[in-house]
């Protein structure tokens, strides 16, 4: 972290350069540019959201122990004589504040005990004793301080000393109590459409399931020869809790890079659709693309369609002109279309809207790591970029906690599942389903959290 | 753990069976008459652990039943039960929905109704052996919880179901007249299931939840108080032992004899 604040201004540009290399990766083939703005209707529109405010948690006390305090003038002896006689086992007494905890007598219930030492003239009070638990925070050294995306704590944003973004508490995907829930089957395997991935990076080494294929050279080596890869796929899978670097959506599910695009951040879409139906065939789970093109192709549909029919859950980009869904996040029967929001949950300018966008994630200023060439030698290899790119990793590493947990939803269900939960953060200007951020940003505690049944 | 209870059931089965092969020969120790009516208040705390779970939890039920007892001959009666039950599986988990479920929602109602059966074995001085047989089944009635904050409607509906069947002999002391303390131990088969369907916008599901409970066998201790020619008061309450603690029931009745 010393070299952090030396570095952002370096950041900054290389943030802004990955911000153009998603804008460069989206125009695989701009001679095929289709305008769809007849198709931008709100026809699909769902009815009004309706928010309503969930019950708080109920506490949870244990059975067999409460807490007492007895009032002011009863002297440890008394208080300790009343409660023995009362036949409350292992009296443990914390006395600082003169709190008693006792065991509840084995003949009576809780209720039961909490009455008999209320109706007692010298306790002051009796309790139940609550339980606690511990909250999954992982111990990357950016993690709080930077990674907004996961658990937004407010203040301003450390890019550079130009670029200090403010934060809104709360604008963030939830992931810390997800996170209690699953942390991700390493048999979830996420695969990368994408410029490769840094297979000796610190935060993939140990996530990487094989060398996977290159479509761009011709062989099985996805080495990522442009950094945007490996960005994308650290953001959705870095390795986790082990301090080091940053924290990855998903902690233990699976890298499998494929390169599509090359060095320069351009591709073609026979290299997107052999990758398709090669990480479908490969195990692939998930895929994720941040990246895609202006063409509606029916071979790059079909491409989709023979992986979401090999039950594996498509996330892509939206894209980021601004204008209209680029493809293939524009077929919406097989993919999940992903906008950007950013640090206030607000919807980003660059994010191209359009009735196929599905959800939203943060998608601006997004801390991930880079190959340790492309930052330079005396800087850590992460920086911040901002592009629908970065949006997409979080919605696919949600998609694989989902399938880690509930491996025998289709990728329609976790498409459903992640659609309907969602937060609507746009809803007092567009209520509902609309063509900025679809359902809204995405809530991984509300997708994978046990939803509470309450009375 | 299965070998155990089926060993139980088969030890009582066997004695029910030596004392029914017995019974033209024993004397009725008092005067029964052919019908008593009655209500009862039960209530049973039963630990279990359901599928998937590694947490054992409790499931608490209250019913209120109304009982009619029909003597088929002397020193041989059938019970009749009917009424109500309140269902509590508080902290059960669905994790096969969509999206999972934590059950907190309290009682449910149901439907209960039953039979019981219950035969003179033998009879020495004040004491006098029964053996006594019971089986009651829960209807859950299906409830709606609607699922709010989501970006679509939905709801989730659910219905538990539950059964007891205990089966053992009970020791009656006739020595203090219109007081009658008795004793049973009786094999005690407890079972349940909570369905629960799931409707989210495009979204459907359906997971049933089984349990299985951990305590097996039942000791009761009761009293009949009878007050009058015809009222009798009955309260009880038994204690299921199992490797870790202890389950409870109670019971508390009116009966009025015709």
């Known amino acids: 972290m010393r070299h952090f604040q030396k570095k952002t201004a370096r950041l900054f540009l290389v943030g802004a350069v990955l911000a153009l290399l998603g804008l460069v990766s989206l125009n695989f083939s701009q001679e095929k540019r289709v305008t769809r703005n007849a198709r931008s209707s709100r026809q699909n529109a769902a009815p009004p959201r309706v928010e309503k405010i969930r019950r708080p948690l109920k506490p949870t006390p244990a059975t067999d122990r409460v807490l007492v305090r007895f009032r002011h003038g009863v002297s440890p002896q008394n208080a300790e004589t009343i409660l023995q006689a009362g036949q409350f086992g292992r009296i443990r007494q914390i006395p600082r504040i003169g709190v008693y905890r006792v065991q509840t007598p084995a003949n009576l219930t809780l209720r039961e005990t909490l009455l008999l030492l209320r109706a007692n003239p010298d306790v002051e009070y009796a309790g139940p004793d609550y339980r606690t638990r511990i909250f999954t925070v992982p111990n990357d050294p950016f993690f709080a301080d930077y990674q907004y995306n996961l658990q937004n704590r407010g203040g301003t944003l450390d890019v550079s000393p130009d670029i200090q973004p403010t934060l809104k508490a709360g604008a963030d995907i939830k992931a810390i109590r997800a996170w209690d829930e699953t942390k991700g089957d390493a048999a979830v395997i996420i695969a990368f459409m994408d410029t490769g991935v840094d297979m000796s990076h610190i935060e993939l080494i140990n996530k990487v399931v094989s060398t996977g294929r290159d479509f761009v050279n011709g062989d099985m080596d996805a080495t990522d020869d442009n950094s945007h890869g490996t960005w994308v796929a650290g953001i959705a899978a870095a390795e986790t809790n082990n301090g080091e670097g940053i924290a990855g959506v998903a902690w233990n599910c699976k890298v499998l890079p494929v390169k599509v695009i090359d060095a320069e951040g351009n591709g073609y879409y026979d290299e997107l659709i052999e990758g398709l139906i090669w990480a479908s065939d490969n195990g692939a789970k998930v895929i994720n693309i941040s990246a895609g093109g202006d063409a509606d192709d029916p071979a790059l549909k079909a491409a989709c369609k023979y992986a979401f029919d090999k039950k594996v859950v498509l996330v892509a980009a939206a894209g980021n002109d601004g204008v209209s869904v680029s493809y293939p996040a524009a077929y919406d029967d097989y993919v999940l279309a992903v906008a950007a929001t950013g640090t206030s949950d607000e919807h980003a300018s660059f994010s191209s809207p359009g009735p196929q966008v599905d959800v939203a994630a943060p998608g601006v200023w997004v801390l991930g790591p880079v190959p340790q060439w492309y930052a330079g030698p005396g800087y850590l290899p992460y920086i911040f970029g901002s592009g629908t790119s970065a949006a997409a990793p979080h919605v696919a590493g949600l998609a694989a906690l989902l399938l880690s947990v509930k491996p025998w939803l289709t990728p329609k269900q976790i498409m459903d599942v992640i659609r309907y939960t969602a937060d609507d953060v746009n809803k007092a200007q567009l209520p509902g389903k609309d063509n900025d951020i679809g359902y809204g940003r995405i809530n991984m505690e509300r997708a994978l959290v046990p939803y509470r049944l309450l009375r | ?258």
Request: glycine share 12%.
């Open chain 2, 1 to 258: 753990m299965r070998k155990r209870t089926r060993g139980v059931f088969s030890a009582v089965a066997l004695t029910l069976a030596f004392g029914l092969a017995g019974l033209p020969a024993l004397q009725a120790s008092e005067s029964e008459s052919a019908f008593r009516t009655g209500i009862s208040f039960d209530r049973l705390s039963r630990t279990v652990t359901w599928d998937g779970a590694t947490v054992p939890s409790k499931v608490k039920a209250d019913s209120f039943t109304a009982r009619e007892t029909i003597l088929i001959k002397p020193g041989l009666a059938v019970e009749l039960i009917a009424g109500l039950s309140l269902s509590n599986f508080n902290g059960l988990v669905f994790r096969n929905l969509p999206v999972s479920l934590d059950y907190e929602a309290g009682a449910t109602a149901g439907l209960l109704l039953g039979c019981g059966l219950r035969a003179r074995l033998l009879g020495s001085g004040d004491f006098e052996i029964e053996g006594v047989g019971r089986f009651v089944y829960s209807l859950g009635f299906k409830k709606t919880w609607p699922l709010q904050g989501f970006a679509v409607e939905g709801d989730s509906q659910g219905r538990p179901n539950w059964l007891v069947a205990s089966l053992g002999p009970r020791i009656s002391y006739r020595f203090f007249g219109s007081f009658v303390p008795y004793a049973t131990i009786s094999a005690s088969f407890f079972s349940g299931s909570f369905a629960m369907d799931q409707t989210l916008g495009d979204l459907t599901g359906h997971e049933t939840k089984k349990l299985k409970s951990k305590s097996f066998l039942e000791v009761a201790l009761g009293a009949d108080y009878r007050v009058g020619k015809r009222w009798t008061l009955r309260a009880e309450a038994g204690f299921l032992p199992y490797s870790g603690g202890v389950d409870g029931s109670a019971s508390v009745g009116l009966l009025y004899r015709f």
